[in-house]
């Protein structure tokens, strides 16, 4: 069984920094696509962030890139969202994900999610 544990989230102002992890627990983590996804009340879950599971290259939602930075650590089982110059649209639920595919965008393809965890931004 996988499981995935987020942590990182908070409160913060516009223009702050905020990093998210996610532990993950199981199978051989390398072997698994991983991906950033939020949420927010009443809106589709929608893709933030992935990185490949061979190679760690990434893919970004357009309003993220060039702000937020997704990275993985095989030897720690864990990735991580950087996110840089934060703005109050940000302001979601995170859910970090695995897939057994090379890297997905799309959250149905995902097979695995974490509980979440709130990033709040005020202005």
């Known amino acids: 069984q996988v499981q995935l544990v987020e942590s990182g989230g908070g409160l913060v102002q516009a223009g702050d920094s905020l990093t998210l992890s996610c532990a993950v627990s199981?199978?051989?983590?390398?072997?698994?696509?991983m991906g950033w996804f939020r949420q927010t009340p009443g809106k589709e879950r929608e893709f933030v962030a992935a990185?490949?599971?061979?190679?760690?290259?990434?893919l970004y939602a357009d309003s993220v890139k060039g702000r937020f930075t997704m990275s993985r650590d095989n030897a720690k089982n864990t990735v991580y969202l950087q996110m840089n110059s934060l703005k109050p649209e940000d302001t979601a639920v995170y859910y970090c994900a695995a897939t057994h595919r090379l890297v997905s965008v799309a959250k149905n393809e995902y097979d695995y999610w974490g509980q979440g965890t709130q990033v709040t931004v005020s202005s």
């Open positions: 199981g199978r051989i983590f390398s072997s698994y696509g």
């Open positions: 990185i490949k599971r061979s190679d760690g290259n990434t």
